[in-house]
């Protein structure tokens, strides 16, 4: 997996990641929707019991991250909390900053701010607002952020969040402000949603974790190693070591091709479906993991209406990498693959019947973790 | 009349918490939540749902112009649902040092900006897909990928929306489109400088005055004579002064406006005149005791008592009582004293 003198791996070694990088992968939940959000508070907290290191709540469109979360922190006592993720354009800046003060300061120091572009159907379609310019934007929001919990006043030259307001495109009456209130932490982890190399590159130069998507361990250095070892060429000797949160779909079993199959429509809809044609990151990463034809095919199905069709393409050997699915000897062998690449954090959505069931499946998890 | 009290997430959070939890055995019926320089609302909202069983919980307020209206109403949905339909959404404008200076956001229109928001949220709520061409808002976005879409979560539109507003206009539409009003600095001998403009947009909706839940704040504090009376006032006649005196911009001071319409336009200008020029001390002088008792809740038990038999003659519904008191127990104190004396008042 990690060639000698790649790039990848040498900024793994410089960083002092690998096998001895930290002494226990974390493992995060994301809980699957079930629509009844109290049976999912029960869940996270035999989840918090079951060794389960942070929970992340997502938001798209159904509901928001921050409530629930807020929730949680009044339910749990050790769990970290995270959004996965806040889509960066639905609220200012400095309305960001407060929200994961907030959050920092109702869960007393257990929050972590994900943050990702979200996609321009929900953005453009749903908030109205135009869906341009993902990374100076994000670039120039961690710096706000950062500013507000230093409890700086807040003053900006940015070209999308320009603060106070310039007084020729306002009224003129805004003063540089600072938070009254001293947050918990000065510095909240922030953790970018991010696959394109440009993104990617900023995440690793800027964030404390980053979250890539349909993570493929023996493609990362070949995807994402030039733009990690870019980011991280100008990362802020004060950051911690890169966070790579990866969310693998995860089931523990001997018939690996029914949980596989459960996996197609929704590596299906984002390959073939998440964007127009030439405007889809999910079918561009599936290219660059090197699944040229297939991730054409998918799309020409998925577009065409043919869904059923667009899932019964997806590749097989994709899904069985991309994924935590198998008997355990199978599922332990593709932790250590993630790990082998610099993963840190592990995400899954415990999926069973029951929620003993999910519980169990957490135990499990953290087990074959930490022999890992 | 309701009981109401409203909290800062600042400082102490799990004293702050406590307080909730304790007023909710009280009896209080709704805590509302500031979006504070330091948090959000949302958060400690979240929070509260799931460690309160009965007390109504509001933002007071959501800060618009800060947040989407769509995710405004996403907010309020899912705050309805972890408290169980306990959430009131609370809106307010805020002021342009507040939403340009810390939010870099244009200021301008607030009057459009609150209506255009109120109907994006109204139709979230009802889970329609959202489609709304407004001067400041064009929901999809005209030219994008993006098409009408509706939340994925069931429609809610039960929510009760409240208005925090002071100016005329801002009043008629609250009585237009809103479920209760959220004021400040209120006078209940002075309610019809505020009452005729929200009774013109509720009639101007075919509505009336009595459809709107009125709610108003004021600090609560009991001296047990008049020698602790005259300490507290004097020290309120600054505070007031302050506000009067130092809060907004050179041009705007909402609660000098506020205390103008009351009919204290020359004290408020010429308290302002001082502050500004250094003399605070001078300012607070020329505060009259009437300026501080009128607006607040402040007195011997029995002066308290009749001044919230005024309130409720005076068409409040719900009153926001902000318990004077050093510590965590003297608050509570207050507060209790307080509630016993609504129920005596009865409403």
């Known amino acids: 997996m990690l060639t000698n003198g790649s790039i990848y791996a040498t900024l793994l070694f410089n960083n002092g990641f690998g096998d001895q990088r930290r002494t226990a992968m974390r493992i995060a939940v994301v809980p699957g929707y079930s629509g009844d959000f109290l049976a999912t508070v029960q869940d996270i907290l035999d989840y918090e019991s079951a060794g389960a290191d942070m929970a992340f709540v997502p938001e798209v469109y159904t509901f928001d991250a921050v409530s629930q979360l807020g929730y949680l922190a009044a339910k749990t006592e050790r769990i970290e909390l995270g959004s996965g993720i806040l889509p960066i354009y639905t609220r200012t800046p400095s309305l960001l900053a407060m929200t994961a003060a907030g959050l920092d300061y109702v869960s007393g120091g257990r929050f972590t701010l994900g943050l990702g572009a979200s996609g321009p159907q929900v953005i453009e379609g749903f908030h109205g607002v135009p869906y341009d310019a993902p990374l100076a934007r994000t670039r120039e929001i961690v710096t706000i952020c950062r500013q507000v919990w230093r409890r700086e006043r807040v003053v900006q030259q940015g070209k999308h969040y320009p603060i106070p307001l310039p007084a020729d495109q306002g009224t003129g009456l805004g003063k540089p402000l600072k938070l009254i209130n001293h947050p918990v932490r000065d510095r909240i982890p922030i953790m970018i949603a991010s696959i394109g190399p440009r993104n990617v590159q900023l995440t690793a130069e800027i964030a404390e974790g980053w979250q890539p998507f349909f993570f493929l361990p023996e493609q990362a250095e070949q995807v994402w190693g030039e733009s990690l070892a870019a980011g991280h060429a100008r990362r802020d000797p004060e950051l911690p070591e890169l966070d790579i949160v990866v969310q693998p779909t995860l089931a523990i079993t001997d018939d690996p091709e029914a949980a596989y199959d459960r996996v197609r429509p929704t590596v299906a809809l984002y390959v073939g479906g998440m964007g127009a044609r030439g405007h889809n990151f999910y079918n561009d990463l599936a290219r660059r993991y090197g699944y040229e034809a297939e991730a054409e095919l998918i799309q020409d199905l998925y577009l065409a209406g043919k869904k059923a069709e667009a899932a019964a393409a997806v590749p097989h050997e994709l899904l069985e990498r991309i994924s935590l699915i198998g008997p355990e000897g199978h599922v332990r062998e593709r932790i250590a693959a993630m790990r082998s690449a610099g993963v840190s954090t592990i995400t899954i959505t415990p999926l069973a019947p029951t929620r003993a069931e999910r519980v169990k499946l957490v135990e499990r998890m953290r087990q074959l973790v930490d022999e890992v | ?347």
């Open chain 2, 1 to 347: 009349m309701r009981t109401a009290t409203t909290v800062e997430p600042a400082g102490n959070w799990r004293e702050t918490m406590e307080f909730v939890v304790e007023a909710e055995k009280l009896g209080l019926d709704v805590c509302f939540v500031a979006e504070a320089w330091g948090s959000d609302a949302p958060s400690p909202l979240g929070y509260l749902a799931a460690r309160t069983d009965r007390i109504l919980l509001g933002s007071g307020i959501i800060q618009v112009g800060t947040r989407t209206p769509v995710a405004v109403a996403m907010a309020a949905l899912t705050l309805s649902e972890l408290s169980e339909g306990r959430f009131i959404l609370g809106l307010g404008s805020s002021g342009p040092q507040i939403i340009e200076g810390l939010h870099g956001v244009p200021f301008s229109r607030p009057l459009a900006r609150m209506r255009e928001t109120v109907a994006i949220i109204r139709q979230v709520f009802n889970g329609e897909k959202v489609d709304h061409q407004g001067v400041l808002f064009r929901i999809p976005l005209p030219n994008g990928d993006g098409r009408p879409m509706r939340l994925t979560m069931p429609p809610n539109p039960d929510i009760p929306l409240y208005l925090a507003t002071l100016s005329p206009r801002m009043l008629q539409l609250t009585g237009e489109v809103a479920d209760g009003w959220l004021g400040t600095s209120f006078v209940p001998e002075g309610a019809e400088a505020y009452f005729q403009h929200l009774r013109t947009g509720a009639e101007s909706a075919g509505r009336s005055l009595a459809d709107l839940d009125i709610c108003q704040g004021a600090e609560v504090c009991f001296a047990r004579d008049e020698v602790e009376l005259r300490e507290i006032l004097g020290r309120r006649k600054k505070e007031l002064a302050f506000s009067l005196g130092g809060m907004g911009s050179a041009g705007t001071n909402f609660y000098n406006d506020a205390y103008s319409r009351q009919g204290w336009a020359e004290v408020a200008a010429e308290v302002r005149t001082l502050w500004l020029a250094g003399r605070r001390d001078a300012a607070a002088g020329l505060v009259t005791d009437e300026m501080v008792l009128a607006t607040t809740l402040i007195g011997t038990e029995e002066m308290v008592r009749a001044r919230l038999a005024v309130w409720r003659d005076a068409g409040v519904t719900t009153v926001r009582l902000y318990p004077a008191g050093e510590t965590l127990s003297e608050r509570l104190e207050t507060l209790g004293r307080a509630l016993s004396l609504v129920q005596v008042v009865g409403g």
